[in-house]
C-alpha cells in the first residue's frame, strides 16, 4: 500500500526565516511526486511534479528535490503570503490505481511578518 | 491553463436531503475525473474514480449508492450525496487528470443539519 508521511505537521517562521518540509514516501514504483499547496477553504494549486532520484524544481522561493525515499521542499525567506497547507502526493507507476494521487496530511505553514 | 470549475463552494442541506455537486473541466476534456473527501487537518482521501461513459470505482468503504458519481460528457461530473447525515459533512473536492499532471476544483464545503 502506497503511504505517505509528511513533517512537521505545523511549522511557524518568521519572515525571511529559510526552512524545509519533508515528505516521506512508500510506493510501489514511483511514476510521480507532486507538491501542491492549499489555502484554508481552496483546492489544492499545483507546484511540482518531480520524476527521478536527483531531480530538482525551482519556483520562486520554493525548491523541491527528490529522493528515492523522501522529497523536501524548501522555502527560501519566506513571505506571510508563502502561509499555506502544503501537501505532497505521489503516484504509483503500475497497478489499477496507476493515476491515483496518495496525499499525505500537509505541513501548515505559518510565516509571521 | 486548464480550469476545473467546481459547484456550489458551500452548501448547507437538512439531513436526509440529496445534494449534487458539479466538476466542469472549462478548457480541456477530462476522460478521467476523481471525487476526494477531507476532514479538518486530514488527507485528501480518494473516494472514487470516474471514467466517461462508465461506471465510476468506489474506494474501499464508500458507498457506491449513497454517493452517486455521473460522468455522461468529456466536460461534465457530479457527485451527488443522497439522504445525507451530518457525518457526511465534509470538503469535498474534484480532480481531473491533464497531460502528466492533475489539476483541482476549488472544492465544496458541505455542511448536514
Known amino acids: 500500500e502506497d503511504q505517505v508521511t509528511q513533517s512537521p505537521e505545523a511549522l511557524r517562521l518568521q519572515e525571511g526565516e529559510s526552512s524545509s518540509l519533508n515528505c516521506s514516501y512508500t510506493?510501489?514504483?514511483?511514476?510521480?511526486l507532486f507538491w501542491y499547496r492549499q489555502d484554508p477553504g481552496k483546492g489544492p494549486e499545483f507546484l511540482f511534479t518531480?520524476?527521478?532520484a536527483g531531480e530538482e524544481k525551482e519556483k520562486e522561493r520554493l525548491k523541491a528535490t527528490l529522493t528515492k525515499k523522501e522529497s523536501f521542499l524548501h522555502i527560501t525567506a519566506p513571505k506571510p503570503e508563502d502561509s499555506a497547507t502544503y501537501l505532497c502526493?505521489?503516484?504509483?507507476?503500475?497497478?489499477?490505481?496507476?493515476?491515483?494521487?496518495?496525499f499525505g496530511k500537509g505541513t501548515k505553514l505559518s510565516v509571521i511578518p | 491553463g486548464a480550469v476545473v470549475s467546481q459547484h456550489p463552494s458551500r452548501v448547507i442541506c437538512k439531513s436526509g436531503t440529496s445534494v449534487k455537486i458539479e466538476c466542469r473541466s472549462l478548457?480541456?476534456?477530462?476522460?478521467?475525473m476523481f471525487w476526494y473527501r477531507q476532514f479538518p487537518k486530514q488527507s485528501l482521501m480518494l473516494m472514487a474514480t470516474?471514467?466517461?461513459?462508465?461506471?465510476?470505482?468506489?474506494e474501499q468503504g464508500v458507498e457506491k449508492d449513497k454517493f452517486l458519481i455521473n460522468h455522461a460528457s468529456l466536460t461534465l461530473s457530479t457527485l451527488t450525496v443522497t439522504s445525507a447525515h451530518p457525518e457526511d459533512s465534509s470538503f469535498y473536492i474534484c480532480?481531473?487528470?491533464?497531460?502528466?499532471?492533475?489539476?483541482f476544483g476549488s472544492g465544496t464545503r458541505l455542511t448536514v443539519v
Open positions: 478548457d480541456f476534456q477530462a476522460t478521467t
Open positions: 502526493a505521489v503516484q504509483a507507476a503500475s497497478g489499477a490505481g496507476s493515476y491515483q494521487l496518495t
Open positions: 510506493v510501489s514504483g514511483l511514476r510521480g
Open positions: 470516474s471514467n466517461e461513459g462508465s461506471k465510476a470505482t468506489y
Open positions: 518531480l520524476y527521478s
Open positions: 480532480s481531473a487528470r491533464v497531460g502528466g499532471g492533475y489539476t
